[in-house]
Each structure stands twice: as C-alpha cells, then as structure tokens.
C-alpha cells in the first residue's frame, strides 16, 4: 500500500514544486484532476520524471456524469473520460475515478420524484461502463467506480452495489474505489465489505469520518487497512478530505497512516 494525496494549491504552482512538496511530507503519489492532466501533460510528465512521484490516480475535470439523467450529459462525460484514461495510461496512472453521479438526486433528502426506476438507472450504468470498459482496454488503463454515500448519490452508495454491475457485465477494466468517509456512512461492517469485494478494489480514498485529514475523528482505518492487506491490496491510497492548516495536518497524516499500514502489516504478516 502506498500513500497518495490530492493535488491542492498548497503544494505549489509548477508540478516539479507540488511533486517535490508531497514527496517531502512522506507521499508516495498525487492524484490530479483530468481537465489539468490533458492541460499540462508535458509539465506533468516531466514532473513526474524528475522528482520520482507519479501521478497516482485521475478524479474528476470531465463533464456530466455517467450516471446522469440527460443522455447528452451522460455522452459527454463518456467522451471526456475515455480521453482522460488515454492520458492515464501514457503518464502511467493507475486509472480514472468515475461516481455514477455526484449531487445529482438523494433519496434521503427533499427532491423531486427522480425520472427514473432504480431499475432504469441499472440499465443506464450498466451501458455506460460498458462503453467505458472498452476504452479502458484500448487505453490499457482502469475506471475506477466510486459508490458515495446517500446524501450525495441515489444510485451506488455500497461496494457490493457497484460489485453487482462489474459483475454482470463483465468488465474487466472497471475496479471499485473504497472511499472511507463514504463507507462510514453506508457500510454495516467496513472490513466485511471490502472482504467480500476483494480484488476488485483498486484504489481507495482516505478521509476520516468528519471528513477532515485522517486521525481526526473516529473512523477504525486499523481493522479496514487489515482487510486492505488480507486481499493483497498494493494499490494507492490518496487523502481526500477537508484541507484545514495543512503544514501541519499533512505531516501528521502521513505519520498517522504510516503508523497504522506498519502495525497492520506486521500483525497479519
């Protein structure tokens, strides 16, 4: 397992400064968005080359959603991503996150009546990562699928929920994204879950459970990073949390994080 954290203005302007930045508090990665990756690839590349840290992961900078209600949304944010995952590929990121949606519709709070069954949101999933699968494989890169919690998504908020659709359609390109923030909220037992889901987890995001830098609340990331090593995960995990005096709290996540992969580890080994 190793350390990733979100690009943030923090770090600095050029990406040679932000990747020797991360790789100074203790990171092993970073993860960017995909609108900036396509926008300064060279920079990045280069970056990446002279410091030794890779780009990690790619979230976001696409339009629409492939879960999105409008199927020209829905089209555009396909497009935007089988883009991105070629750029992906050829920095030699391990993948492209992709929620189904994100604040879209909840049914946990007032909207209106959503325009779809929850069997017709299967149904447009299942045809967008098919699409998304595909380029995947031409791109020689994953799609990382994010289940959020209720609040933010109607329509994946489990991992077994986004496991059901990999499943079924067969796409050997599509992993799932452990987030546990989200998990806190939705799963009954995070280290069952991500059991049960095994290798189809490829990359995992960390806040804690207030959603600020992990350590900072009350989340067991002790028991979820045994199960990480039970299933042999030796993917990235990337800080996406709250960014509150990060001079401090960066360096204190990494040693807090650090502390944990070790003691998990060396319990298990």
Same mark, same amino acid.
């Given at each position: 397992m190793k350390l990733a954290v979100q690009d943030r203005g923090f770090f600095g302007e050029s990406f040679k400064e932000k990747l020797l930045k991360v790789k100074e508090y203790g990171f092993e990665g970073m993860e960017i968005s995909g609108d900036v990756l396509i926008n300064r690839y060279d920079e990045i590349k280069k *970056?990446?080359?002279?410091?030794? +840290?890779? +780009? =990690?992961?790619?979230?976001?900078g696409y339009r629409g959603w492939i879960g999105a209600f409008d199927k020209d949304e829905r089209q555009h944010a396909i497009q935007d991503i089988g883009e991105i995952l070629r750029y992906a590929a050829e920095i030699g990121a391990?993948?492209?996150? *992709?929620?189904? *949606?994100?604040?879209m519709y909840s049914t946990k709070l007032p909207h209106p009546k959503a325009p779809r069954t929850a069997d017709e949101d299967r149904e447009v999933l299942l045809d =967008?990562?098919?699409?998304?699968?595909?380029?995947? +494989?031409?791109?020689? =890169?994953?799609?990382?699928?994010?289940?959020?919690?209720?609040?933010?998504?109607?329509?994946?908020?489990?991992?077994?929920?986004?496991? =059901?659709? +990999?499943?079924?359609?067969? %796409?050997t390109s599509v992993q799932l994204? *452990?987030? %546990? %923030?989200?998990?806190?909220?939705e799963e009954a037992d995070i280290s069952k879950s991500i059991l049960e889901t095994k290798s189809l987890v490829g990359h995992v995001h960390l806040a804690d459970s207030n959603r600020q830098f992990p350590g900072l609340g009350h989340l067991d990331f002790h028991a979820g990073f045994q199960a990480l090593h039970q299933i042999n995960f030796s993917g990235f995990l990337a800080i996406e949390c709250e960014v509150t005096h990060p001079e401090q709290n960066y360096a204190n996540a990494v040693h807090y994080l650090k502390g944990i992969i070790q003691k998990s580890y060396g319990e298990l080994s």
């Open positions: *970056a990446t080359t002279d410091t030794g +840290i890779p +780009i =990690s992961s790619i979230c976001g391990n993948g492209v996150i *992709a929620p189904a *949606a994100y604040g =967008s990562l098919e699409q998304l699968n595909k380029l995947a +494989i031409e791109a020689g =890169s994953k799609l990382y699928l994010e289940p959020l919690n209720r609040y933010e998504d109607h329509m994946l908020n489990r991992l077994e929920q986004a496991q =059901s659709l +990999i499943i079924a359609g067969g %796409f994204l *452990a987030d %546990f %923030f989200h998990m806190n909220i």
